[in-house]
């Protein structure tokens, strides 16, 4: 049906594509989608960089059809690099899929702080998706609630496509593209979250500890510290995409601005942080000027990105950090030759930190590749960085108790009253380190109610709430243990909305999700508390039916079926709609004793009489 409200300009550009003296008929596509999890398709993207206003969809695909699109050289992922430029690029791919290939899949463009991100799909000609994202729109509003750029696509066994993307960004453009399986996506995902889960909590850790520190000692030196960590976790919270799903999902200006405005404000209290500790270094080679003057260039810069230009503080951010890191560690360096306290921890969190901040500053302006050491090397650095500097902290604190118990050995007169304070001091610290277990233990429990939930989710789909496969395969694996032991039977009873698709293309993803949510609310008020209502993915449910005695259960239960197909839904816009059921239904150990086996012949039965159904309401 999108066919019929495309321009007629975009037709006839898109038919000339597939015309016999078009691109796409001089060489087939070299990509072939079929069953693997997961395509990347950044280094087969051919490219266009608009300098001027923005391009149309029927004007890309006319340029892509005149060739004027950079075909890439080498399959290689940096191809879609471009550093830090403000022009509108264009992407274009074209790739066909095999006789058999996954009908449900997802395109990730997995740079978290793009701005603006189009995607167009074109299925033999025809636009089939078209999905907008981008740090400038609420989360909330984004196809997939992901922290990256994520749209979900259909595609069909057997036809060519064309795939256009627009991006645009004040910050790094860098355009990695993805196609996955929904349940690669995932476990990809697990891993990413684990490791930023690993990074935010040594960060937290951390940062409780130097406030503690601070309350303990009462050293600015130690809230400067804790200042620099929290803007940091701001800043990598913003590149990696978390500050719009858990932060502020409705306030896309600050998502924005979270990147660069939050490595600024780290700058700030990192440049102070370096003049503190380095005490007399700075002075002694006539520096003592540096670093206040890179903590006010931070802070303009955190002003330009908040009330100026956003792209000009990105470079500037980018410049500002080498000389930052360079200059700090020189000045480390000459401390380390002077054996100041805590200079050898200093000087190798600063090498960690500059090679850092040196890797991701030439990938931002496009001389390094990207790949995961690269798009990652701010955050690897800043980790090995603070923990180093914490270690530099503890041996500056070591370094200073061993004076102060050289001092009390030279003043004899005044040894008691040190030792009392001393004395005091402990009492002091032992009061707040309670304090602070006990606040642990608060984050602990916070922790364990989060892996809960956590854990809740990892078991149910998230959209109407109901089994997920995993939980499905568990259960299932559990009805046969129990049919084993006690002789009955089970039944695997497939469930595959009519229609679907249509209502999704005609009123929106949003009313398909009202309609999975309100199926699926029906589907689970049909069986017993005992059995297990699933989805399994797109407008597919699964019922797992125990104890089934005879087949009038079954016939019972497809009466129910059929009365929740009679009933209409409620749309947001107002409309009502009805869809029907295509229902296939194995018995376990009657058909099958071999749960995939039970699977298949339940699906095979349900699209039989789709199939059956199909044909009786379009017999021509």
Known sequence: MLKFLMSASLMMVLSALLSPSGLASQASPSLLIGQDSRYALSGQMSIYRNGTSDLTIEEAAELYLDSQFEQPETNDPSHTNFGLTTEEIWLGLEFSTKKEVHRYWFLEVGHASLDDVSVYLLENGDLVFQGRSGDLLPFVSKPVSHRNHVFPVSLSNGNDYQLFLSVRSEGTLTVPVTLWQ????????????????????????????????????????????????????????????????????????????SPTAGVAAAGVFGALFVQRFLAGTPARLKLGWLMPSLSVAYELTFLTAVFGSYHLAAIAVNLISMVFAVAALLMGAVSLLRREPGARFFVLAWISFLLGVLVIALHNVGVLPSNSFTTNALLIGSVTEMLLLSLALADRINELQRSRELAQDQALESRQKMLELVKENERYLESRVTERTQELETVNQQLRKSQQLLEEQANHDILTGLANRKLLQDRLAGAKARAKRSGDSFALVVVDLNKFKEINDTFGHVAGDEVLVVVGNRLNEVPRESDTVARIGGDEFVLLLEEIRDAHDLDRLKAKLSQVADVPIALPCGTEVRVGLSIGVARYPDDSRDLERLFSLADAQMYRNKNKREAELNPN
């Open 182 to 257: 929904g349940e690669a996506l995932w476990a990809s995902d697990q891993q990413t979250y684990g490791a930023l889960s690993l990074y935010y909590g040594v960060l937290l850790a951390l940062l409780v500890y130097n406030l503690f520190l601070f309350f303990s000692l009462r050293d600015l030196l130690y809230l400067t510290y804790v200042g620099f960590i929290g803007c940091l976790a701001l800043g990598q919270a913003g590149l990696s995409g978390l500050t719009g799903q858990f932060l502020w999902p409705n306030a896309p200006w600050l998502v924005h601005l």
